[in-house]
Nanobody, 122 residues
Framework: QVQLVESGGGVVQTGGSLRLSCAAS????????MGWFRQAPGKERTFVAT????????YYAESVKGRFTISRDNAKNSVYLQMNGLKPEDTAVYYC???????????????WGQGTQVTVSS
């Protein structure tokens, strides 16, 4: 059974940093793109970042460019999201996901984690 588990969320002040991790099990995802999405209360789940299977291509939402960095370690079957310069508007539940070729849309991903809460205080 495939399982993705996020960790690293928490409460941080504006300008702080957090590093999210997502560990996958039950299947090797070295041939899959991996990504991060987030969802604030009452809002849609939106794209944050994605990384290609070889790690050569990375794409970010405009709102996080220059602040967030996505990376992966295929040996560990994991994907990470380093978040710097956090803002209150970054507050959301963050989800990792994997899909055959990634993309910016939820429908392009096959597996999802349960999410980890990130709260940024003013």
């Amino acid at each position: 059974q495939v399982q993705l588990v996020e960790s690293g969320g928490g409460v941080v002040q504006t300008g702080g940093s957090l590093r999210l991790s997502c560990a996958a099990s039950g299947r090797t995802f070295s041939s899959y793109a991996m990504g991060w999405f987030r969802q604030a209360p009452g809002k849609e789940r939106t794209f944050v970042a994605t990384i290609s299977r070889d790690g050569d291509n990375k794409y970010y939402a405009e709102s996080v460019k220059g602040r967030f960095t996505i990376s992966r370690d295929n040996a560990k079957n994991s994907v990470y999201l380093q978040m710097n310069g956090l803002k209150p508007e970054d507050t959301a539940v963050y989800y990792c996901a994997v899909g055959p070729w990634g993309g910016f849309h939820r429908g392009e991903y096959d597996y999802w984690g349960q999410g980890t809460q990130v709260t940024v205080s003013s």
